[in-house]
């Protein structure tokens, strides 16, 4: 901790980083990170490879945020933020190169330390790191950075909900809504701002799902095909798993999806057992409730692994 505020302290041009397919924890903690940059006086880029979704549009900095740098720039410091691997930021090598020191800030139990200072620490979310960089920065939290913390930890909590939903957590919470966050309002933003083609998605991804282990496994997938026809960005579909999960006595919740490129991304959620498990089987990582893979395809060919893997360890999860 004391080194990751020597940095910030010493270093005056920053890059802060976010990850592919930036969710609400990586670009609140960044708008909030760079709050804290721009009232120590530093000059700051916002990078993210990806696109920023719409939902996420309201935190300060989500409109600087760009997603190529001028090769001829330098800075101080490159921090990333809620990146357990340094791939989780596609063009890291090349953008390493125009940094001095590179600051890791994340909470995934597997993070690689890829930084010259990992601040990495199993919290709910970057979110709360950030909170307790604030605190030892001794910063006035102002209406901003509350709203953009809070945004960071309702996204990875999902509102609270998850079991990394601590009393820490409640007890940061409440300090942001005291210093200007408005709950209803981050929800209504966040959660309650679907668009048709979401919402269409969702109802299809819904109507096919299937239960394995005797109902306490459910998945279901969608083909690119069924994606383009309503019209659905990959940021429209990260509800999905959440829901699958919400079916009654399903602990492990997957869906798997066809990109772009052909190759095939699966969400792991999960009420009890380590889906981490699955995932890292599989080439892919994350948190023990929620994790991520992503494999060659053809679709069905993926479908049928990921149930094999499931149903070989499921004793063990
Ligand atoms: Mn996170």
């Known amino acids: 901790m004391e080194k990751i505020v020597k940095a910030i302290n010493d270093a005056n041009s920053f890059l802060v980083c976010m990850h592919v397919d930036p969710d609400g924890d990586t670009i609140g903690s960044a708008s909030a990170l760079c709050s804290m940059l721009e009232k120590l006086g530093k000059r700051f880029e916002l990078y993210c490879s990806g696109k920023i979704p719409d939902v996420y549009m309201f935190l300060k900095y989500s409109g600087k945020i760009r997603n190529s740098i001028d090769p001829s720039s330098r800075f101080d410091a490159m921090v990333a933020l809620d990146c357990a691997d340094s791939k989780r930021i596609p063009d890291y090598d090349n953008l390493e190169k125009l940094c001095g020191t590179v600051v890791n800030i994340d909470h995934h139990a597997d993070n690689t330390k890829f930084g010259d200072i990992n601040f990495v620490k199993e919290r709910s979310s970057t979110g709360e790191l950030i909170y307790d960089l604030t605190k030892k920065m001794k910063f006035h939290i102002d209406k901003d950075m509350a709203t953009s913390i809070f945004s960071a930890i309702v996204t990875d909590t999902r509102n609270f909900r998850y079991s990394n939903s601590t009393a820490r957590v409640f007890k940061i919470a409440a300090e942001l809504v005291e210093a200007g966050a408005d709950p209803h309002d981050i929800s209504i933003q966040i959660y309650e701002s679907k668009t048709n083609p979401e919402v269409k998605i969702l109802g299809k991804a819904l109507e096919k799902v299937e239960t394995i282990m005797g109902g306490?496994?459910?998945?279901?997938?969608?083909?690119?095909?069924?994606?383009?026809?309503?019209?659905?960005?990959?940021?429209?579909?990260?509800?999905?798993?959440?829901?699958?999960?919400?079916?009654?006595?399903?602990?492990?919740?997957?869906?798997?999806?066809?990109?772009?490129?052909?190759?095939?991304?699966?969400?792991?959620?999960?009420?009890?057992?380590?889906?981490?498990?699955?995932?890292?089987?599989?080439?892919?990582?994350?948190?023990?409730?929620?994790?991520?893979?992503?494999?060659?395809?053809?679709?069905?060919?993926?479908?049928?692994?990921?149930?094999?893997?499931?149903?070989?360890?499921?004793t063990q999860l």
């Open 216 to 314: 306490e496994a459910a998945y279901t997938w969608l083909t690119r095909a069924e994606i383009n026809s309503a019209g659905a960005l990959d940021e429209e579909m990260s509800s999905i798993s959440d829901s699958i999960r919400g079916l009654k006595g399903v602990d492990v919740a997957a869906f798997l999806r066809e990109m772009p490129d052909g190759k095939i991304k699966i969400n792991l959620r999960s009420k009890q057992r380590n889906v981490q498990m699955i995932a890292k089987e599989l080439g892919g990582g994350g948190h023990q409730r929620a994790s991520g893979i992503v494999m060659n395809g053809p679709i069905e060919e993926a479908k049928n692994k990921l149930i094999k893997t499931i149903e070989d360890k499921w």
